[in-house]
């Protein structure tokens, strides 16, 4: 909103003011926090998956590149087009893939543990 506000041109006999309608504030604040909440579930779906045995942290780390194309064609497709937004919505998306990798991994080494101590004990 600061942005488009410093915008407006004033003087020289021209006069060009934003008015925005507080229904067009609402929405676009609705969709930022609507797509910002999901995309921070991030973490939580993968290590959903990962507990369910759908994906491993060698797939998710092999597939880092595809990644981060995906979360960055999220962030353009989501946000607003100017780069500070998708920027704020891109940067940690990639920090969350990576703190999924690492919940992945701590579950995946749980699970052999398990399973070694099953063994052993079989």
Do not use: H
Not at 15 to 43: E, H, I, M, R, W
Request: glycine letters at 4%; charged letters at 15%.
């Amino acid at each position: 909103m600061w942005f488009s506000l410093s915008q407006q041109i004033v003087g020289d006999g021209i006069q060009a003011n934003l008015l925005p309608k507080v229904s067009d504030y609402l929405s676009l604040v609705t969709a930022l926090l609507l797509a910002f909440g999901l995309c921070f579930q991030l973490p939580v779906v993968m290590t959903l998956l990962g507990m369910a045995g759908l994906i491993n942290s060698k797939l998710m780390s092999a597939g880092r590149r595809y990644a981060i194309v995906a979360v960055v064609v999220v962030a353009a497709v989501v946000t607003p087009p100017d780069p500070i937004s998708q920027l704020m919505l891109a940067v940690p998306l990639v920090i969350l893939y990576e703190i999924s990798i690492w919940c992945v991994r701590i579950i995946e080494m749980r699970r052999d543990k398990a399973d070694a101590l099953e063994a052993e004990a079989a």
